[in-house]
């Protein structure tokens, strides 16, 4: 018996319905797919322009701290070995300043124990420690690296310190099984910009493709787009840590490319003339003159900090330079 009209009727609209639901779902499940897919894209972008700049700015700190030993460890060391030879070093009102007033005793003892705890980082063992403590040299001023090393931490796990930083563990200063943060830690609060519960977009963005709800793939979109902003701002911090470090790295080797000579040349006066510094000429003196307000730029150049406390750029580092290049008018 052939079916109703009507009845047959019914069910054509209802596929029809049907048909179309399905299409609507396919259609919204694949918008969800492409907005996780514009997500996850702007993540693994973000990602790597902060491993690009995680990278670049680690390498700075890194050769500013290897400057700074090396510097240390051949210049300052023979200075200060140089200058304890001498005796009867005197005021002499024919100059505008005497040796004594340029760089004082308690000045050599402290660049003494610098070019100590140099000595101990280059000779130190190969490997994640002493990297971590030489970028941590870099980082920080010569007075707190002076201060952790009074408190008996041992010069081969300075990296201590950029273990407690997460700034530093993620610049390559502590990893984390040597108590560090690692990356992820670093990414978290490097500068205090980028907030730790951005961090789980990597993980939501790439579980969620699987969900086809068109309002969860839109809140992931907005949250990568958070997070991308937040790594700008991290990696503008990076571009900062940079530049000071290489600004540091840069002026010190142009100093050192005068004061080594001059170094050289006590040794030999002191090789010529014997270590009685009232027996030099005028000349002579004024070698030792220009080699002690070396000396001195040199460490003011090693007390400047790239890192604050907080792991951020000490934003007066630079200022700092400036009036030091400004003062000394040597380059």
């Known amino acids: 018996m052939p079916l109703p009209l009507l009845l047959i009727a019914g069910a054509a609209v ?15 499940q694949n918008k969800a797919n492409n907005i996780n897919d514009d997500a996850q894209s702007i993540v693994d972008y973000a990602k790597s322009k902060m491993s690009f700049a995680r990278v670049a700015s680690g ?8 400057c700074k030993v090396k510097i240390l460890n051949s210049s300052i060391h023979n200075f200060v070995n140089e200058f304890s030879k001498v005796t009867n070093v005197e005021t002499d009102n ?87 943060l690692g990356i992820a830690g670093g990414t978290a609060v490097l500068g205090g910009l980028v907030a730790a519960p951005a961090l789980v977009i990597l993980g939501v963005v790439a579980s969620s493709k699987a969900n086809a709800n068109l309002e969860d793939a839109r809140s992931n979109l907005a949250k990568a787009k958070a997070f991308d902003s937040e790594i700008d701002l991290a990696v503008t911090e990076c571009a900062s840590i940079r530049r000071g470090a290489d600004m540091l790295n840069r002026f010190l080797i142009s100093l050192n490319s005068i004061f080594a000579p001059l170094v050289f040349e006590m040794t030999d006066i002191i090789n010529r003339k014997g270590t009685d ?14 080699a002690g307000t070396l000396a001195r730029t040199i460490k003011s150049i090693l007390n400047i900090a790239i890192l604050n406390d907080d792991g951020k750029h000490d934003s007066n580092s630079i200022a700092q330079l400036e009036a030091i290049k400004k003062e000394s008018n040597l380059v």
């Open 94 to 180: 024919s100059v505008d300043t005497s040796f004594e007033l340029v760089i004082d005793e308690k000045e050599l003892e402290e660049l003494k124990e610098l070019s100590v705890i140099a000595s101990s980082l280059a000779k130190g063992a190969a490997g994640g420690v002493v990297s971590g403590a030489v970028t941590a040299f870099g980082a920080y001023s010569a007075a707190g690296i002076l201060a952790s090393a009074s408190t008996g931490t041992a010069i081969a796990t300075l990296s201590g310190a950029a273990a407690t930083n997460a700034t530093l563990a993620f610049f390559g200063g502590g990893s984390i099984a040597a108590g560090g």
């Open 59 to 66: 390498e700075s700190l890194s050769l500013l701290g290897e």
């Open 277 to 290: 510094f009232s027996l030099y000429s005028d000349g002579d003196k004024q070698i030792f003159r220009k």
């Open 14 to 28: 209802a596929g029809t319905i049907g048909v179309g639901k399905t299409i609507d779902a396919i259609s919204t």
